[in-house]
């Protein structure tokens, strides 16, 4: 199912790179904002930065939208704690995570479009759970990734666009990251995260 949803997102996306017209060109993207995890219920914190970097290249079918093949790679960090049932245990989370596929821009105005983005890929988490007085544990897992993106983004001119992204990072079918959850009492493992982020867009 994993290969079968890859295929069919990156021939989308490249089918829209090769028979774009003239109007091809390249996009260098870079995004700054917060994340918050979901399912990790009996905890207090739960938020933290998110940053990332996608390369696209594409283009526009005539006056209609706009495809890219894409690649995105990003870095996020979370800071949690368990309620005082639990010890008051912390845990504090770093993730890596890439992924490729897909985005479509859609004319909403002359220079106003929404974005909708597809990707399959991966995350590497680091969590350390650390209680006062005892030594920490570090606990490194991944997982298989879906990326599922939208936003809008506002276009200055002919090189430079700004806008606000909402991704979400699904980990279908996985069994990984929930052991630092559990720790710090947790009823559930994280089965994802969203970011909400701002994005500066260079066209080229």
Known sequence: MKRMLFAAIFA???LGAQNAN????FVFELDAGFNSPYSIHNTEGGMG??????????????NGPALYFVGRF??????YRGLNASGGLHVTRQALDFGFGGRLYLPITERLRFLLQLTLGGTFDESEVEQRGLTSLIIKENAFTLGVDAGLQY????????GFTVANDLYPGSTAFREAPF???????L???VSCS???TFHF
């Open 49 to 62: 930065g998110a940053y990332g970097l996608t390369l696209g290249y594409g283009g526009r079918f005539g």
């Open 22 to 25: 003239a109007g091809n060109h």
């Open 191 to 193: 089965d994802g995260q």
């Open 155 to 162: 276009r200055i001119n002919n090189n430079f666009s700004f």
């Open 74 to 79: 990003g870095y996020s960090d979370l800071d």
């Open 198 to 200: 701002f994005t500066a």
């Open 12 to 14: 989308l996306a490249l």
């Open 183 to 189: 720790k710090v009492g947790a009823t559930e493992g």
